[in-house]
């Protein structure tokens, strides 16, 4: 069974379906990132081959894996266990005093 989970500033959540027209993001150095932090340079990421990144627009971007679980890694959080599904990978947002969604820094 899937569940949402959560990394530092970043949420995945399980979905039915990524849509048509999200088209693959290139791996960098072998690797999948779902998002580079702001001030390290650090990632979430993971290494596994059977994971695969979708994205429609900067915005929306999907995580689709195949056959076995992978492991979200990142330099300053734990590593987490993804099973096998698709997912909406979502970079959290916050409210500024100035009434502006930001990302969450992480």
Known sequence: MTQTIRQGDVLVTPIDAI??????????????????????????????PNAELLSVDENERFLRIVGSGVVLRHE????????????????????????EPTFVAD
């Not at 993804?82 to 409210?95: C, D, K, L, M, N």
């Open 19 to 48: 849509p048509d027209e999200a088209r693959p993001v290139a791996r960098d150095a072998g690797r999948v990132v779902l998002a580079y932090g702001e001030v390290t340079g650090h990632a979430h990421a993971i290494h596994e």
């Open 76 to 99: 300053e959080h734990s590593a987490i266990a993804i099973a096998p599904g698709t997912y909406r990978v979502v970079r959290q947002r916050e409210w500024t005093d100035e009434d």
